[in-house]
């Protein structure tokens, strides 16, 4: 199962999402997040679609 999350402060939006299964996952989300590096998870958003590996996590910002 993915968790998912979004933390807003402000205009400022920060969306979390974890992979908690040993099994690659996949999910919707809006196109206009930024993912944030250097937080060593690979994962990838592409085309309005999410995938995490396997135990993943993924971090992105967006500015409304």
Sequence with gaps: PIIAFERRQGA?????AFN???A???LTAEQDWHPLDGHG???VLQGGRL???PF??????RAD
């Design 56 to 61: 993943g996590a993924f971090f992105a910002r």
């Design 41 to 43: 998870f690979a994962a």
């Design 51 to 53: 995938s995490l590996p």
């Design 12 to 16: 400022e939006r920060l969306l979390c």
């Design 24 to 26: 690659p996952a996949s």
């Design 20 to 22: 908690l299964s040993n």
